[in-house]
């Protein structure tokens, strides 16, 4: 029988250290590539695109196009949930999602019989990608993390502390739960469907892990994105999963040791020493290059990237930014980043 050796994103979230860490980069596909506005433009709306299976898989792979990256990721966004089950989300240009807020009482008007069969177009188009990509690109899918993704259903839109979700989990207890029930399970279908249709890695996006208390935080992202994984791997023996707390700070080893993650995304602000320390030695750390030092370029992008790399020598290590690309990257940047962490 012969030996197919692993895509080397894919062993490497698994713990296999590379002799250069692989990369893919947050919202790698996006509005700082023309050809990506190009196809936003002839399309009606962006959740439009993300439910057009040629357009999606088109975007998917625009980045790749450029770029020696070393993973797809999945074009679709992580309020697709919301979306699925019932809630109205819209997306204004220039105003970021717009969600009619969920109130207690309008919780039960959410429909979790219904997301499977409205994702459907996110799965043909999974599928048409596991077909279209090299063998040596790990095809990455992804949703919201329940925590992160409830603070758009509850605040109806981005806010900077979260502050209207933080009161309703402390005001609302046993509805907050049941939300909290509705998106686990929602979320497991999700990530259990997107592995069968092709799916080689998925990330849990808790992009709003800052700003909670410690017991918040054990109830609100730990436990939740713990009943993910194990829910997922039921399901999907060793389903490989890469956990992206941003702002976990003090409690990314709590998150690391009780969540069942192979690998951690770390954000820009967590220190490179700290982070030595909190994840276990072994385990696949993925990040944490700020995005505008890749909007600046130069020696402030080159010296943190080679500092990045420096520092988990050791580990496996997944070269990517702490957070996602921003819409006035210079195109050169990222051809000279991707450059770099591949040769030096
Ligand atoms: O290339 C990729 O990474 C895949 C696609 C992807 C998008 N959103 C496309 C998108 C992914 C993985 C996401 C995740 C996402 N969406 C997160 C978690 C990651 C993070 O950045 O913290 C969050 C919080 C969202 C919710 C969301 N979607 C916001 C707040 C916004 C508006 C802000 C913005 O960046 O425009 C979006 C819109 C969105 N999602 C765009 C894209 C390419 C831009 C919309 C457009 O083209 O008009």
Not at 91 to 116: D, K, N, S
Not at 212 to 235: C, K, M, S, Y
Request: hydrophobic fraction near 45%; charged fraction near 20%.
């Amino acid at each position: 029988m012969s030996q197919v050796a692993l895509k080397p994103l894919l062993a490497t979230v698994l713990g296999e250290r590379q002799a250069r860490p692989p990369i893919w980069i947050m919202r790698q596909a996006g509005r700082y590539l023309p050809e990506y506005r190009e196809v936003r433009a002839r399309s009606k709306g962006f959740l439009d695109l993300c439910y057009s299976p040629d357009l999606a898989v088109e975007v998917t792979l625009q980045p790749l196009r450029r770029f020696p990256l070393d993973a797809a990721i999945l074009f679709s966004d992580i309020l697709v949930v919301p979306d699925a089950l019932g809630q109205s989300v819209r997306f204004e240009q220039g105003e970021g999602p717009l969600l009619e807020p969920i109130t207690a009482q309008t919780l039960g008007q959410l429909r979790p019989e219904r997301v499977l069969e409205h994702l459907a177009p996110v799965f043909e188009t999974l599928r048409r990608l596991k077909h279209e990509l090299p063998a040596d690109k790990t095809l990455i899918g992804f949703c919201g993390s329940p925590w992160t993704v409830a603070t758009y259903m509850i605040g109806g839109r981005g806010s900077p502390d979260q502050a209207a979700a933080r009161l309703f989990a402390l005001q609302e207890p046993a509805a907050f739960a049941a939300l909290m029930d509705i998106l686990v399970q929602a979320s497991i279908d999700y990530l259990v469907a997107q592995f069968q249709a092709g799916a080689d890695v998925v990330q849990l996006f808790e992009s709003w892990a800052l700003n909670l208390d410690e017991e918040a935080f054990r109830t609100q992202v730990i436990e939740p994105n713990r009943r993910i994984v194990e829910g997922v791997r039921q399901r999907v023996p060793n389903a490989p999963i890469i956990g992206f707390p941003r702002g976990a700070a003090g409690n990314i080893a709590a998150y690391v040791a009780a969540t069942g993650v192979n690998a951690v995304g770390l954000d820009y602000s967590t220190p490179l020493g700290f982070a030595q320390n909190a994840v276990p030695p072994g385990m696949a750390v993925q990040g944490n290059l700020d995005p505008l030092r890749l909007v600046a370029g130069g020696p402030q992008m080159e010296e943190r990237a080679r500092q990045i790399i420096a520092a988990f020598a050791d580990r496996p290590h997944i070269f990517n930014l702490g957070h996602g690309i921003v819409p006035q990257t210079p195109i050169a940047h990222v051809e000279r980043l991707v450059e770099l962490v591949k040769n030096g």
